[in-house]
């Protein structure tokens, strides 16, 4: 996707934000330097990572009983 075309796909997606204190958060972190911004989404990005990595089941067991029994 290019620059405009996400650029259109935030602005819609603020458009349809209700909530006032998210508003109001959105509205700090844009206040703040590129950099600043830049740190923040990279913080989430790893969070986000890391939490879909904890969600992630290990099966390694259950095959390893399965391959026996066949």
């Not at 458009?15 to 508003?23: F, G, P, S």
């Not at 939490?51 to 391959?67: G, Q, S």
């Amino acid at each position: 996707m290019n620059a405009p075309k996400l650029k259109i796909n935030l602005i819609n997606r603020i458009i349809e934000i209700d909530d006032i204190a998210l508003l109001k958060s959105l509205e700090s972190l844009f206040s703040t330097s590129d950099k600043n911004i830049s740190k923040f989404l990279e913080l989430a990005n790893e969070k986000m990572q890391q939490e879909n990595e904890n969600e992630t089941e290990d099966f390694t067991a259950y095959i390893k009983e399965w391959v026996k029994n066949m």
